[in-house]
Every structure is written in structure tokens, then in C-alpha cells.
């Protein structure tokens, strides 16, 4: 008997939306965020050389390459590993198939309407714009509430902060308030830092135990004061970002939240885990985010260093360093492959973690802004090479899973 039409775009849909590309978040906002992001920063990068002759939308380079850095490149990875990690660590259902297709779809609308702003109404823009990060809290909020662990509730801010953030910036924008609209990328930036504190901080303690425990025999004891005392002074830190302080209130909350984190650094010694990479990487990253730490306690005590010297120490070597890191553990992970990264990828964090060394050099004026080409070329050479390595695992069928030891649930989840 013949299929009716109906019948058939159905059973089109079903195969299309069954592809193993759309059975996990990772799969597609990995993909196309890494990919938009080196697409922004190659556009920023040959703008600024006066190669190509780009008229932001916001009528503003530095407010445009910071807010698709945040909301359309980093936005998209944040996604893909929230919605990735919360059913394995939540219980909750994995959003797949065509809720899936729909999150990335309103990430592309976002973009187109960001690019077309002068063709569409300031209010569409916004809504369009802002729309995954609301869908997607709206799709995990009753698996969550469901779930014996309310704590994982607490991921759920980041959403919200990345799409309060926006709809901030795009009011600002429409009003021509270019002081509040970088005030919303700041608010976009903070739910980012959540994200880093959860990746950098439960992570990495976590990764950090299993790497001692089956290399070494030993433990890595969790502190819970230590814990509860390094949140407290990171929300801190981030309320003196936001909120309207004095730089030296500020600039002490931040001293007081890198303290903290030294303290809980050293005591996941590094020197043990040198021959696993994917833990060290995280490591080095939460290096440069305590130098963050310290760099704006400093500028708000030091005349002439500017808010943009901490800003590159997180945005390059903190964040550029774990988000490579937990992408690549998140490709290899959940595509059935060994947690061994490939050499050249070795090579892509190591590109990673030191330029950040020369962007924050020109930030403090030690070296020329003709640095800013080759900074920004080795960051597009670092995440093309992820691309190189893994843009096809996030397409093609994962390998079998395997089975790996017990206590290991929180790794295999992330």
C-alpha cells in the first residue's frame, strides 16, 4: 500500500531526526559553535587589518566581537555541555531528535537576527536572539525538579544569566546605551565564569581524584568547608563584577577569591598528574583564571592597568584552555573513544596556554598591538585543529560504549 504525504514527511522526519548527530547536544553545538566562533574571530581579525570592509551590526567592532564570543560561540558550547552532562548526572531525559533540531535552530535564528537587525524589529532581534537559552530551561526544568539531587538545580542560573545578559544588551542597543549593552555581555560573561567554576572547580577535583587514584593509589580528599568558602567568595567576585561597587571592593573581592583558589589548587597536586593530559589542561586552565583573579584585584588598585588584562587572562588562557579540554572529552567520551587525546591536539593547548601570555602583554602595554594578529591566529589555529580532529566524530555513529569502573559516573557523564 502506498504511503500518504503526511506518512512520508513523517517517516523523512523520524530518519532524519534519528541521525546519530541529533541523539546529543554535544553533537551539533560543538560543531557549528566551534565553527561560528572561528568564523567571528577570523571576520574581528580581518576587520581590523582593514582587510574586509564589515560594518558590525551594533555599529560597534568591540561590542559585536564580544557578544557573539559570548552569546553565540561560547553560548552554543554551554549549551551543548549542559544539556549533554545533566542526564548523566541528573537522571533527566536527554533532549534529542527534534527538540534537539529546535534549540539549534533558534541558535541559528539568534545569529541570522543579529546579522539582519536592520531589517528586522529591535523586539524580534531580541526575542530571537535570546530564545535557546529560555527553550532550553524550559525543556530540562521539570526533569530537574524531578530528580532526587536538587543541587543540579543550580545550572540552571547559567542559562538564565546568558539570557537575561542579552536581553539586556539588545534593550540597551535599541536605546543606543553602549555602556549598558557592554554591562550585558558582563552579565553574559559572569553566567560563563559560573560555568568555568563548575567545570574548573567539581570537574576537575573529580577528574583530578580518578587520575591519582588509578595512577598513584592515592585520594584526593574533598573538603566541603573549602567548597562552601571558595562559592562564597567567587559569588562575591562576581557581585563585585556586576553590581555597582567601588573598584577597591571589587578588586578585594576578587584577591580574596584567588586566594581561595590557590589554596584549593595545590591541594590537587599537580605534579602527580603530569602524564594525563586532559586533567593537566584543566589544571593550567584554572592557573590562568586564578592570574584573572588577581590581575583585576590589581587593576582596581593600580592606575593604568585597564579592565581588558583580566578579561584576556580568563577569555584566552582560563576559559580557551577548559573549553578545549572538557570539548575534547566530551567528543571522545560520548563517541566511545579512549580519554587519549590525539598529539596534535596536545599541541592545540599548548598553543592555548601560551598566548595567552602575549595578549595580556599588549592589554598591559608591554608589547605592540601588531601582537593582536599573531594572538588571534594561533587561537583560530588552536580550535581549528579540534575541528580537524573531532569534526567527524561529532557527525558519525559512536563506537560501542564500554564499560568503565565503578565511582566513574560523573566522568562518563561529562
Known sequence: ?????????????????????????????????????????????????????????????????????????????VAGFILTALPGWAGTEEIRGGRLALLVLLWFLGRIAVYGGGYIP???????????????????????????????????????????????????????DMARASWGIQVGLMAIVVKFILAGGF???????????????????????????????????????????????AGSFAFMAAGVQLVRFLRWRTWLILDAPLVLIMHLSYLWFIAALILFGVAAFVDGIGPQVWLHAFTIGALGLMMLSLITRVA??????????ARVMIWSFALMFFVAFPRVFVALGFLSESWLVVTAVIWLVSFAIYIMVHGLLLIKPGLPKRDGPKGRAVESAS
Open 203 to 249: 570537574l576537575a577535583t573529580v577528574f583530578t581524584g580518578n587520575a591519582l587514584r588509578q595512577k598513584k593509589g592515592l585520594e584526593l580528599v574533598i573538603s566541603p568547608l573549602l567548597e562552601y568558602i571558595s562559592a562564597l567568595s567567587l559569588g562575591l567576585f562576581i557581585y563585585g563584577v556586576l553590581a555597582d561597587v567601588s573598584e577597591e571592593v
Open 1 to 77: 500500500m502506498e504511503m500518504t504525504v503526511n506518512e512520508m514527511n513523517n517517516s523523512m522526519a523520524s530518519g532524519f531526526f534519528s541521525a546519530p548527530f541529533w541523539q546529543s547536544a554535544f553533537r551539533p553545538f560543538y560543531l557549528f559553535g566551534v565553527i561560528y566562533g572561528l568564523g567571528v574571530m577570523g571576520l574581528w581579525l580581518l576587520t581590523t587589518l582593514g582587510t574586509v570592509d564589515f560594518i558590525p551590526p551594533m555599529g560597534s567592532l568591540q561590542l559585536w566581537h564580544g557578544h557573539e564570543m559570548v552569546f553565540g560561540f561560547s553560548g552554543a558550547v
Open 332 to 341: 571522545l567520551r560520548h563517541t566511545g573513544r579512549p580519554l587519549v587525546p
Open 122 to 176: 529591535g523586539y524580534a532581534v531580541l526575542l530571537l536572539d535570546s530564545s535557546l537559552y529560555l527553550a532550553a530551561t524550559i525543556m530540562v526544568l521539570p526533569g530537574l525538579l524531578r530528580a532526587q539531587n536538587r543541587h543540579y538545580l543550580a545550572l540552571l542560573p547559567i542559562l538564565l544569566m546568558l539570557c537575561g545578559g542579552n536581553v539586556i544588551f539588545h534593550l540597551a542597543v535599541r536605546d543606543g
